[in-house]
């Protein structure tokens, strides 16, 4: 029986999908409600919001693209 070598492993599923777990996470993080024509709210400069968040999502970002050039193990066949 031949085996077929894929581009993805298992894991490289699971760390994409890992991934996309964390950029989901911040973007939620930096979600919330805004100021409106009548009332200012000081909570959108909040450093969660500014700093904390882009952070995350970059990360997640960053764990994507090392889930997709990660390099599986080739497993040999025996004859």
Do not use: C, W
């Amino acid at each position: 029986m031949e085996q077929k070598n894929f581009a993805f492993d298992r894991i490289n599923y699971i760390l994409i999908a890992l991934g996309m777990i964390v950029v989901i996470l911040g973007f939620i993080l930096m979600s919330g409600s805004g100021s409106d024509e009548t009332a200012f709210n000081p909570e959108i400069f909040s450093d969660l919001r500014i700093k904390v968040a882009p952070a995350v999502a970059f990360v997640g970002f960053a764990f994507i693209i090392y889930g997709i050039m990660h390099k599986p193990k080739d497993k040999e066949v025996m004859p």
